[in-house]
């Protein structure tokens, strides 16, 4: 199983593709602390299609909570702030993949972590948009996992 940590996501229609997404391989979503949407709005709901119902959602008020939630578990925080590749990480059913707010990314306290990872890409560019990074991230999880 796949576990995608959304932490305060801003964008309703990325966080319904990643519904879907989540929806389609069965992996669980977490959503933490703030949203910058309400789960009722159309443009969530829309990205998010009928897939919605399908999808094993989670809201969670903190990290801190989620933590508590799964003492053992493994989280990777996904930033381009690190020079760890995602690809050379060999991930465990049940891991959790944290993924930051669209215009700030996670806060230093989780990029300095050292599971903090990196999708490479090429120098000078910002940053990959959301859906497209959890994308790339479950399907390496999936590949390896055999899933």
């Known amino acids: 199983m796949i576990n995608i940590v959304l932490y305060e996501p801003e964008i309703p229609q990325n966080t319904g ?20 949407f309400a789960l009722t709005d159309k ?15 989670h809201k ?11 003492p053992d578990g ?5 930033t381009t702030k690190s020079k760890k590749k995602y690809t ?7 891991d959790f993949i944290v993924f930051g707010p669209e215009s700030r990314g996670l806060p230093q306290e989780y990029v300095t972590q050292e599971n903090a990872i990196t999708i490479p890409m090429v120098e000078g560019q910002r940053s990959l948009n959301l859906s497209n990074s959890v994308a790339i991230v479950a399907y390496e999880i999936i590949r390896q996992l055999n899933l």
């Open 74 to 78: 493994r989280f990777f925080y996904l």
């Open 88 to 94: 050379d990480i060999k991930f465990l059913d049940g």
């Open 43 to 57: 443009y969530t709901k829309r990205a998010g299609m009928d897939y919605w119902e399908s999808v094993d959602l």
């Open 17 to 36: 593709n990643i519904a879907r997404l989540c929806a389609c391989t069965g992996a669980s979503l977490y959503l933490v602390g703030k949203l910058g």
């Open 60 to 70: 969670v008020n903190s990290m801190d909570d989620l933590y508590s939630q799964f």
